[in-house]
């Protein structure tokens, strides 16, 4: 994949901070979506701020007002435009820059009802990322409407100045897009087809990090155990390091970071050197997250998932066999269209058997033109409430009982700061993505430590410092 070059990007960084010199101008930004779209937000803001913007939280206070969408579920398109109805009366008021970005500005449909029924000043996608300040310049001199989103997929962009949001953890998007078109999702549709950063930029962008402190990375892609794949079946990988499992290895020898994880790879592509670089690599995280989806393979062929529940049971076996204390998190969907009882109960059967650590669980959205929206079965809304409370059930059982095997453990944790919930705490994370919250003192913030875990409390572990 050819990289762009970005140069006039750049120089209409320069050209709004010398319009915007000497103004004192905020901005704020919300994130609406996955880590992604944080990552986005990122350098979204790195731009903002390049430009002469500093960060406020208070949207009141902004001259700049920044929206990075989300559109994975249906509620996020009722919250946008909740959200758009209510920056109208600053924008009257006090001329407030309107700037909406990311994955639901990829819909056509979503784009014209903002045109038609909203205020705004800049459109851009997830393909025009790069062009906000282009866009920005050219909607401040002409006080004109931008809207500038691609079809096609959008190159390969490096070099964007970037803000991150934290000081200790940091995320590194390793590929942008999607081949799998799963039969629920939106993602292939808004993000394009998957296309790899190369190697020696995605290195030397954790070396960068490492260099500044950061201790803990995870490196993100719809699909990150495709990495490289579709440039080595091209041919266009000129990189020896031309897999996932090349890739986490060359991590793992970076200086300063002491921990790895990565989201989201597809079990399809956990292939044995995948799984046999989570083994050998001491930082790499030993939880891995394995998306289910439905634990029954008559609904996981319609939903295009390419594995049965036989399948996916065995590959989580083989990684319990290679890999010594490997757990497992999932994300579940339930109310896919044509899903039965009998299908509910086998997904219930395989939370039953692996016992995941964590489950983020939905309900099936219906998201227009996905081929899962034009099926004729869909589940009726109280039956797909009905199963999301009874796997709740199942999970809120789950996590005590996996708790309990942490207490009287040692755990080697990263200290984050201080407990959001109780500031007598310090608060970190196991291995296993648990969190951990102890008494301490807050030098150790950005430290990793040894923990012994006292108690457990569903959300947390409590522990003390040996
Ligand atoms: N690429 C990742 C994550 C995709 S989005 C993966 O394949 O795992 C995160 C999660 O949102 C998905 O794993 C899926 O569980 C959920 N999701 C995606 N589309 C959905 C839809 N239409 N309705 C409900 N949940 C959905
Ligand atoms: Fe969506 Fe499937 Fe791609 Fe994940 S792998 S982003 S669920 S199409
Ligand atoms: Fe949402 Fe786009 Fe992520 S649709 S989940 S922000 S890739």
Not at 40 to 65: F, R, W
Not at 112 to 138: A, Q, R
Not at 311 to 335: A, C, H, R, W
Request: glycine residues 6%; hydrophobic residues 35%; contains cysteine.
């Amino acid at each position: 994949m050819e990289k762009k070059d970005i140069q006039n990007e750049l120089e209409y960084l320069e050209k709004v901070r010398k319009i915007n010199e000497g103004k004192n101008l905020k901005y704020y930004i919300l994130t609406m979506g996955c880590q992604l779209n944080e990552n986005d937000s990122e350098k979204i803001s790195g731009m903002a701020q390049s430009m002469g913007y500093s960060q406020t939280d208070n949207i009141s206070a902004a001259d700049l007002v920044i929206y990075n969408t989300c559109c994975i579920r249906e509620n996020a398109e009722e919250r946008l435009f909740g959200k758009l109805g209510e920056v109208k009366k600053l924008k009257a008021a006090k001329g407030t820059i309107i700037a909406i970005g990311g994955c639901m500005m990829q819909e056509k449909h979503i784009v014209e009802k903002i045109k038609n029924s909203y205020k705004y000043d800049v459109i851009f996608g997830t393909h025009t990322l790069h062009k906000f300040p282009e866009d920005l310049y050219n909607a401040i001199i002409n006080n004109k409407k931008i809207t500038d989103i691609l079809d096609i997929d959008g190159e390969i962009i490096e070099g964007l100045p970037i803000k991150r949001d934290d000081n200790i953890r940091a995320s590194v998007t390793i590929m942008n897009g999607c081949n799998n078109f799963c039969t629920y999702c939106i993602v292939p549709y808004v993000r394009g087809r998957e296309r790899s950063r190369e190697p020696e930029d995605i290195l030397k962008e954790v070396q960068d990090i490492a260099k500044k402190g950061y201790k803990e990375i995870t490196l993100l892609g719809q699909n990150v155990n495709s990495y490289m794949r579709v440039e080595r079946e091209k041919g266009t990988c000129q990189s020896e390091i031309n897999s996932f499992a090349k890739l986490l290895r060359e991590v793992n020898k970076i200086e300063g970071i002491e921990k790895i994880r990565f989201t989201s790879p597809h079990p399809k592509d956990f292939t044995d050197d995948v799984i046999e670089a989570i083994r050998d690599c001491d930082k790499v995280s030993k939880l891995v997250h394995l998306p289910l989806q439905s634990g029954s393979t008559n609904i996981l062929k319609s939903m295009n998932r390419v594995y049965t529940k036989e399948q996916y049971l065995n590959l989580v076996d083989k990684m319990k066999k290679e890999i010594p204390n490997v757990k497992f998190s999932t994300d579940i969907i339930v109310g896919f269209p044509g899903e039965t009882e009998e299908d509910f109960e086998d997904t219930l059967d395989v939370v039953k058997k692996v016992e995941f650590e964590q489950i983020f669980m939905f309900i099936y959205s219906r998201r227009k033109g996905t081929p899962a929206d034009k099926m004729k079965n869909q589940v009726p809304e109280e039956i797909k409430h009905e199963r999301f409370d009874r796997l709740k059930e199942l999970y809120e059982a789950i996590i005590p009982k996996n708790n309990k095997e942490y207490i009287g453990t040692n755990q080697e944790i990263l200290v984050e700061g201080y407990s959001k919930t109780n500031n007598e705490y310090l608060t970190g994370r196991t291995d296993t993505n648990k969190v951990v919250i102890f008494k301490g003192n807050p030098d150790l913030i950005g430290k990793m430590i040894n923990i012994q875990v006292v108690s457990e409390h569903m959300w947390y572990l409590k522990g003390e410092i040996k």
